[in-house]
């Protein structure tokens, strides 16, 4: 398997986690979508990393679908729960996964010359990180991880959202956030995890 990616990318790193968690051997291949040569659209028609290719030649994408793929394929050790409990887990990846898209947004917009930046879309962006974080605080309640209190993908989803926001936007979320910075400091012992990081550019 070849997983198409850009060593920044949480939703690349998310598909990482996941592969290196399930012992999978994976080769990485870093094909940058914004660099004038990236060949990620003959991959993607969305021009978006991950993807991940399988030996038949089946290119995987988005991020979601690559983990139900591997969790489906691949079952052990099991980063997803059964039942309700597995429809709780999707939705906290979704949740990250929003405020990761809310936080590219930003990260874009501010990439713009000063004066044709939009005020009102930075604000409304960062309202659902704001929100969204308040969610995921509540997810953890009492549990040292998300569902269950088992480690899995919810959590895994969540580590990358966070280091992400560390790496894109200057964000004192730990303040107000105190068990996602705890739930971050745990995934960090976790090699997986740790040999995942995004280089600071
Ligand atoms: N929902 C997608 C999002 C993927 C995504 O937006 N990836 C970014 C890199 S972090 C990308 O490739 N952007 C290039 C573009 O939007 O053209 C997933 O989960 O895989």
Redesign the pocket.
């Known amino acids: 398997m070849q997983l198409i990616m850009?060593l920044?990318?949480?939703?690349?790193r998310?598909?990482r986690v996941v592969l290196l968690e399930k012992a999978l051997p994976f080769e990485g291949v870093v094909d940058i979508?914004?660099n004038p040569d990236t060949q990620?659209p003959d991959f993607?028609p969305?021009?978006?990393?991950?993807v991940l290719h399988l030996q038949d030649g089946t290119m995987l994408?988005?991020?979601?679908?690559?983990v139900q793929f591997l969790e489906q394929y691949h079952p052990e050790p099991a980063l997803l729960p059964q039942g309700m409990s597995r429809v709780h887990a999707l939705r906290v990846e979704a949740l990250a996964?929003g405020i990761?898209?809310a936080s590219?947004a930003i990260f874009l917009e501010r990439k713009r010359p000063p004066a044709m930046q939009d005020a009102a879309w930075i604000n409304r962006q960062a309202q659902k990180i704001e929100r969204g974080l308040l969610a995921a605080e509540g997810e953890l309640a009492m549990h040292a991880w998300c569902v269950d209190g088992c480690f899995g993908l919810a959590d895994i989803a969540l580590g990358c959202m966070l280091e992400?926001l560390d790496l894109r936007l200057d964000l004192p979320w730990r303040d107000q956030h105190p068990r996602l910075a705890n739930l971050l400091e745990r995934l960090n012992q976790r090699p997986a995890f740790a040999e995942t990081a995004p280089p600071r550019q």
């Open positions: 850009s920044t990318s949480p939703y690349a998310k598909v979508p914004w990620v993607n969305l021009g978006k990393v991950p994408y988005d991020s979601r679908v690559i996964d990761i898209d590219v992400y």
